[in-house]
């Protein structure tokens, strides 16, 4: 009986220190400073992209403050698509995944440099901090696009045709051919069940696809369509897309929003 015993204890200490050990969260920063420049007039977003390098998931907090502000510049953090309100939170970060954090700055016609800091941290652990500045100046460049609304920007749905679709015509105003970026970000107050889905010169893509790069041939046009899926869920919610040039430093983002309503 005494060796039985010992046998099994022999294999319980063996099982147990097989057992794998979870890897600790560990996620890294794109980069930890961004300067850019634009128009009293435009909206710049600066982006970051958070990635977790492990298996495990975890919880990121998040942290921004101004360190040098302008009177009458507006701050909105954008995280994976989703507009945050105030100036902390936290967002999931899973396994192998990466997550998305825009800072939008709006000058609303005031000039300036402004400075601002972001800080990420995970069980206190800190993950990084990003550096801020933006300089808005009142001589923008001339725009090498143009947006015109081809449907109606607010409508309602019934049971009977619960998806409603919105149409903006993007234009290439240049002799060269224009590499744009659009952003699609959805309203945290949007009923429970909703979705949306863009479609793009490329494709019409999967309601977790929130952003896009596509190339426009020199002076043509594009149909960029929104769809709005309510799922046949009551309720009001808005989406706003936005176009502009990543390498446009004068700051060159314009938007389309919509709101919808279901009954």
């Known amino acids: 009986?005494?060796?039985?015993?010992?046998?099994?204890?022999?294999?319980?200490?063996?099982?147990?220190?097989?057992?794998?050990?979870?890897?600790?969260?560990a996620a890294t920063l794109n980069t930890n400073s961004i300067t850019e420049t634009g128009s009293v007039t435009a909206t710049k977003n600066m982006t970051v992209i958070l990635t977790n390098s492990?298996?495990?998931?975890?919880?990121?907090?998040?942290?921004f403050t101004e360190t040098s502000s302008v009177t009458g510049w507006t701050y909105s953090i954008c995280i994976n698509g989703a507009v945050q309100n105030g100036t902390s939170g936290t967002f999931d970060l899973t396994g192998n995944g990466s997550a998305t954090v825009m800072v939008m700055v709006q000058a609303n016609g005031f000039d300036g440099t402004g400075t601002a800091s972001m800080s990420f941290t995970e069980s206190n652990n800190s993950i990084g901090t990003v550096s801020y500045s933006y300089t808005?100046?009142?001589?923008?460049?001339?725009?090498?696009?143009?947006?015109?609304?081809?449907?109606?920007?607010?409508?309602?749905?019934?049971?009977?045709?619960?998806?409603?679709?919105?149409k903006t015509l993007f234009t290439n105003l240049t002799n060269d051919t224009l590499q744009f970026t659009w952003l699609r970000i959805d309203d945290p107050a949007n009923p429970s069940g909703w979705f949306m889905e863009t479609c793009d010169m490329i494709s019409c893509w999967v309601p977790t696809t929130i952003t896009g790069v596509n190339d426009l041939p020199p002076n043509s046009s594009f149909e960029f369509k929104t769809t709005v899926n309510t799922a046949g869920i009551v309720g009001t919610g808005s989406v706003t897309t936005l176009f502009y040039e990543e390498t446009d430093s004068a700051g060159t983002v314009q938007s389309h929003s919509i709101y919808h309503t279901h009954n």
């Open 1 to 25: 009986m005494k060796k039985i015993l010992f046998i099994l204890v022999v294999v319980s200490i063996a099982f147990y220190g097989c057992e794998p050990e979870e890897t600790p969260f």
């Open 54 to 63: 492990t298996s495990t998931n975890g919880s990121v907090a998040w942290s």
């Open 136 to 166: 808005a100046t009142s001589t923008p460049s001339a725009p090498n696009f143009s947006l015109s609304v081809t449907s109606d920007t607010n409508s309602t749905s019934s049971s009977g045709s619960p998806k409603r679709d919105y």
